[in-house]
């Protein structure tokens, strides 16, 4: 039965004892943390079921599924799971971009899966939950092995241009390069104290935020992030495409 996560520190480190053991079975942070992200919105999605909310994935693909299922079939399950979420619209199909099974044992799909298991997700504050995938996401970014160096940008950086610019309730931010979506959750929570109203926090939630990437990964990883702060639940703000493209 799942628990509530203890702390914020202890979980990453869960994540990081993980992911050192699939590196020694080669795979890749940045692999991993996207299987991850997968897995982890799979998790959420069946505790909201369990709570008595619909929800929009095909019952044959829920957790609960994927914690049964052992050997091969796990395998083959979790990459069905993954084909029809790619071809799903909103939030579901931005998280899922392209995605792909990147574990390809069943042992260590099934150590992940139990990892996520072990977690009560829905119940924690989004201010935790963010917290902990924002900091592995730093981590990952600055891991010069990871190869993901180039989509962190040092958070004093972000948070003095959103200092210079001071975003208000209202305006529209858009960030055309958003990498992890950093500057994005800086601007909001810049802004947050000033959303006292309901109209005012489902304007900054739902409305505010724009980001664009090129790299379908960063998308999810973005997409990701946004989410576990309670930004942009039913769509993602962000989106897949090149912003030099047209003007």
């Known amino acids: 039965m799942a628990k509530n996560l203890t702390t914020q520190s202890a979980l990453e480190g869960k994540v990081w004892k993980l992911a050192g053991v ?30 008595g909310y619909p929800s929009n994935i095909p019952e044959e693909i829920w957790w609960d599924k994927l914690v049964d299922a052992n050997g091969p079939n796990l395998i083959a399950l979790y990459e069905s799971a993954l084909d029809q979420l790619s071809k799903m619209e909103n939030i579901i199909g931005t998280i899922f971009t392209k995605a792909q099974n990147k574990i390809s044992s069943p042992v260590h799909l099934k150590k992940t899966i139990a990892m996520i298991d072990e977690n009560d997700w829905l119940s924690t504050d989004d201010d935790v939950k963010g917290a902990i995938y924002e900091s592995i996401l730093e981590r990952n970014g600055q891991d010069k092995k990871s190869g993901a160096g180039q989509y962190f940008t040092p958070r004093s950086l972000i948070n003095a241009m959103v200092d210079v610019t001071k975003p208000a309730i209202g305006e529209i ?13 800086s ?16 304007i900054l939630k739902n409305k505010t935020l724009h980001g664009y990437d090129i790299v379908p990964l960063v998308v999810t990883l973005a997409s990701m992030n946004l989410y ?14 090149d912003s030099l493209e047209r003007e």
Do not use: W
Not at 188 to 202: C, L, N, S, W
């Open 173 to 185: 931010i858009i960030d055309p390069a958003c990498g992890t979506g950093g500057f994005l959750l």
């Open 22 to 51: 699939l590196a020694a079975a080669g795979v890749g942070f940045t692999d991993y943390i996207t299987q991850l992200t997968y897995l982890l919105f799979l998790k959420m999605d069946f505790e909201k079921v369990n709570l």
């Open 228 to 241: 576990l702060h309670g930004i942009g639940t039913l769509k993602s703000p962000i989106e897949c495409l």
């Open 187 to 202: 601007a909001y929570e810049y802004m947050k104290p000033h959303a006292i109203v309901k109209a005012d926090r489902d």
